[in-house]
Each structure stands twice: as structure tokens, then as C-alpha cells.
């Protein structure tokens, strides 16, 4: 399996698209906490929210609010997008976020089940790099084992040159010939 910054554009994706659903009519150009946990039923039957990220907006309100005036704006929402891309991802904000179903399963547990591993610096945060830098170093692994059987001593030094007009049987008849093939 590939893993790649898709968790991360899923969830950025995710959270931009639910924000920009919520906030579609909204007068002051955010949202307060009450529009997000009790949207409009006419709203939630049509855009056909992810509740996913709807949680996440709601589990993270305060901390998403960065200028504490009691809605998410479109600039805390790019702050957040900012912030994710640059610090990461903790284990259980990707489990609220891979709720959604946005991110595929396979790759979703993949990254949980090897959370620690991919953390190389141990901040507990994954980043898109981190994800990247894991994702290379089991692939050079799987090359590595895939190869490590291919030994000199398995391979043969026969050949045949179709051009040629001398009878070689082997490299070292090539390099060097004796009496009877030179």
C-alpha cells in the first residue's frame, strides 16, 4: 500500500468542504458553535453533511477560534489548514477525522497501526513528510528482501554472441583465450 499526504489533503479537503456548507447563507461570514452542532435541517438535507467533520469542528471549536470571538471564520479555518499542514496530525485527531470516511480504510489503518514508527520525532504529530519518509524506508525494505536472494554465485557466466565468429563458451574464454580458442 502507498501511503501518501492523501490523509492529510482528505482531512483538509473534508474540513474546508463541511465549513463551506455550514457557513452557505450565513450573514456575518462565520460560524458560532450553535450553527455548526444545530444546523439548519433544511441545510443537513441537502448538502448531506459529512458528520465526521461536523465532530471535529465541534470537538476543536475553541481551539479553532483563534481570535475568541465565538465564530470560525474562513481566516481560522486557513490558520487551521496552515497549522495542520505544517505541525501534523496527533493519533486521535486522525481517528476523528478518518470517522468521516474520507480517508481510505486500508490507509487509515495502516497509519494508525505504525502511528509510533512514522512519528520519527516523536512529537506525537504525524506530518505529510513523516508519512513520506515512512513510506520510503518500507519500500527500500521490501526492495531489499526482494533482491536479497539474488547472489553473484547464482548467476551464470555463459553467453552467447550472435556476431561473434569464435566459439566462446564463457567471459573468462573471451578475456582469455588459450591455444585452442584464439
Known amino acids: 500500500m502507498t501511503l501518501n499526504s492523501s490523509i492529510f ?3 483538509m479537503a473534508g474540513l474546508n468542504n463541511t465549513f463551506a456548507q455550514l457557513a452557505k ?3 456575518t461570514g462565520g460560524l458560532t458553535l450553535e450553527q455548526i452542532t444545530n444546523p439548519d435541517s433544511e441545510k443537513v438535507n441537502t448538502l448531506n453533511l459529512n458528520s ?3 465532530q471535529y469542528l465541534t ?3 475553541s481551539s479553532i477560534d483563534n481570535d475568541g470571538d465565538g465564530q470560525i471564520t474562513s481566516k481560522d479555518l486557513t490558520e487551521l489548514m496552515q497549522n495542520i499542514s505544517k505541525s501534523g496530525l496527533s493519533y486521535d485527531e486522525i481517528c476523528q477525522l478518518g470517522a468521516s470516511g474520507a ?3 486500508d490507509m487509515l489503518n495502516t497509519v494508525l497501526t505504525y502511528f509510533s514508527e512514522i ?4 512529537d506525537g504529530k504525524i506530518t505529510s513528510s513523516e508519512i513520506a519518509a515512512y513510506q520510503m524506508d518500507a519500500d527500500r525494505h521490501e ?3 526482494k533482491y536479497m536472494s539474488f547472489q553473484a554465485s547464482s548467476m551464470s557466466t555463459f553467453y552467447a554472441d550472435e556476431n561473434a565468429t569464435e566459439d566462446y563458451s ?3 574464454d573471451y578475456k582469455y583465450p588459450t591455444k585452442n580458442n584464439s
Open 9 to 11: 489533503a482528505s482531512a
Open 170 to 172: 564463457s567471459i573468462l
Open 25 to 27: 447563507g450565513s450573514t
Open 52 to 54: 465526521g467533520f461536523v
Open 119 to 122: 512519528d520519527q520525532n516523536h
Open 59 to 61: 470537538s476543536n471549536f
Open 143 to 145: 526492495l531489499e528482501n
Open 103 to 105: 480517508i481510505p480504510s
